[in-house]
């Protein structure tokens, strides 16, 4: 055990605030916990360790019967004339293995015991088994000047016996100990039941996407986070797939209709609330169609919808959505988001970030990892490429003084005005890059990108035989930019089988290679 000689430590035990309770203030901090950890109903304590038995009165006082256990007998000389009159019995013993017979109790309470004991698992496993079912132990304990148990450790000695743990943390309530501490002080409710198969609530999100903006709601009325800004989300129910779910809620939420073909996996994030339990998170991206605007279907639960810049997203969200939608920005496709215990759901702009990134299997290696184009004046680039680029559903990447780039996945695209760049433009028809091609996924879709692209800075090339110009069984649109920079839109699906390229038409002729 310890060497500490309590019996010797008894005279002046009370002397701390924190242990004789003597100031009122103290008192009553202590008094308003143990109203939160211990039931409502009249129960059986058994306080071990309980020094000159100032929590045991105070339990005592909140209408429980308690059973109060030390080992050294000056200690329990004092609690027993401190609690005389109130019905508790102090006995002297190990509180390792307290003289209590086969009496069972609704709660043990020990604090600043376990962090004591020679082999506190085999003690924690006794001390369940003094419990009735539904039982619970409260644990006081801390780390003090570099001795003691952490939370972190003392949970992980919990967890074989139970799997309902709750932590408070303490340092911060300086009225439980007299004083401003900055060390680890906490405490652990752990109810007596046996740990079960794990389960999760799995959710979906919508990443609804407007160019290079997405959709956000922000809640009110729920109970939870409101105020606060999230993407339209909701649970998976019973006989659901997660893109039946998303479907659904997106309808009940913001009226959208989506179909599955309209959806695309973005991200799987497993999350836990501050004090939650954990949850898988699906995130899918659609985009925006103007013939099927989102409004809001629920205003008791939303106070308002707005569309934010992605990579210009606002701190007053919900931190582990903010986490998912900065996570999908920069192209990871699995997260973790663990809260602790003591952070906020809010986002905190300067606070620990949470998410972690696991990367994905397969060979890494010949996958596209960037293309870069150094381009003559940056700001116009910077304009024309990145609302096409937004367009195609890549999100901005990096940004720095002579450059931009925008990803999709893995890959991303480079626009870069370089100190070092020659005189002279782009000239596509000479060795070197010819242009860029981008699947669109439909002809639909490539007719509203040609219609806006003039706005942008593109212009159509090859207008007499659009969208035909790489051949009759190839629909596709190709621009060209103020800078003489060219891309192809193809709509439709990839080619199921690997074959040459299309016929493509040359500005002079249709027979010759098109420029």
Not at 149 to 169: D, Y
Not at 392 to 410: C, E, I, N
């Amino acid at each position: 055990m310890t060497t500490i000689d309590w019996d010797s430590a008894a005279g002046s035990f009370d002397d701390e605030p924190d242990h004789g309770l003597l100031d009122p203030v103290v008192r009553h901090a202590w008094a308003q916990r143990l109203e939160t950890w211990l039931p409502r109903e009249r129960s059986e304590v058994l306080d071990l360790g309980c020094g000159t038995g100032s929590l045991a009165l105070l339990v005592a006082g909140q209408g429980h019967r308690v059973t109060a256990v030390d080992r050294s007998p000056r200690m329990v000389e004092q609690a027993r004339a401190k609690l005389a009159g109130t019905g508790t019995e102090v006995l002297i013993g190990d509180a390792a293995a307290p003289p209590v017979g086969k009496q069972r109790f609704d709660v043990i309470l020990a604090r600043h015991v376990v962090w004591l004991l020679p082999d506190p698992a085999a003690v924690l496993r006794h001390w369940f088994g003094l419990l009735r079912p539904g039982g619970r132990l409260v644990l006081v304990e801390g780390v003090w000047n570099g001795v003691g148990l952490s939370a972190r450790q003392l949970s992980a000695l919990l967890a074989p016996f139970t799997e309902r743990v709750h932590h408070e943390p303490l340092s911060g309530d300086r009225d439980l100990w007299g004083k401003d501490v900055d060390d680890e002080r906490y405490a652990l409710v752990a109810r007596a039941e046996p740990p079960r198969r794990h389960t999760e609530v799995v959710d979906v999100h919508l990443i609804l996407r407007r160019g290079p903006d997405v959709l956000l709601a922000r809640r009110a009325g729920t109970g939870y986070a409101d105020g606060l800004l999230h993407a339209p989300s909701g649970h998976v129910e019973d006989g659901e797939d997660v893109r039946e779910a998303v479907i659904r809620e997106t309808a009940e939420e913001i009226g959208v209709a989506l179909e599955p073909g309209d959806l695309r996996t973005a991200l799987v994030m497993q999350h836990r609330g501050p004090g939650g339990s954990p949850r898988t998170g699906w995130f899918f991206e659609a985009a925006y169609d103007p013939e099927r605007p989102p409004y809001n279907r629920e205003p008791d639960k939303c106070s308002e919808l707005a569309w934010f810049p992605l990579d210009a997203l606002p701190d007053d969200m919900v931190a582990y959505c903010r986490a998912g939608l900065d996570g999908y920005r920069t192209g990871e496709h699995f997260l973790i988001h663990w809260h602790e215990d003591g952070d906020t759901v809010a986002f905190e702009p300067r606070g620990t970030r949470r998410a972690v990134p696991l990367p994905a299997g397969g060979a890494r290696t010949g996958r596209l990892h960037h293309i870069e184009l150094w381009v003559p004046d940056l700001a116009a680039a910077a304009s024309g490429w990145g609302w096409l680029l937004g367009e195609l559903g890549h999100v901005p990447y990096q940004q720095w003084a002579h450059g931009r780039s925008w990803r999709r996945g893995d890959s991303y695209v480079v626009i870069e005005q370089s100190p070092d760049l020659v005189p002279g433009g782009h000239e596509r028809r000479r060795p070197g890059l010819n242009h860029l091609a981008f699947h669109v996924e439909d002809r639909a879709r490539l007719d509203a990108l040609v219609a806006r692209a003039p706005e942008h800075g593109w212009r159509l090339l090859f207008g007499d035989r659009h969208p035909r110009a790489g051949g009759d069984g190839h629909v596709a649109a190709y621009l060209e930019d103020t800078a003489g920079y060219e891309v192809e839109l193809v709509a439709g699906a990839a080619p199921t089988r690997p074959g040459p390229p299309a016929p493509a038409p040359h500005t002079d002729g249709w027979a010759r290679r098109r420029d």
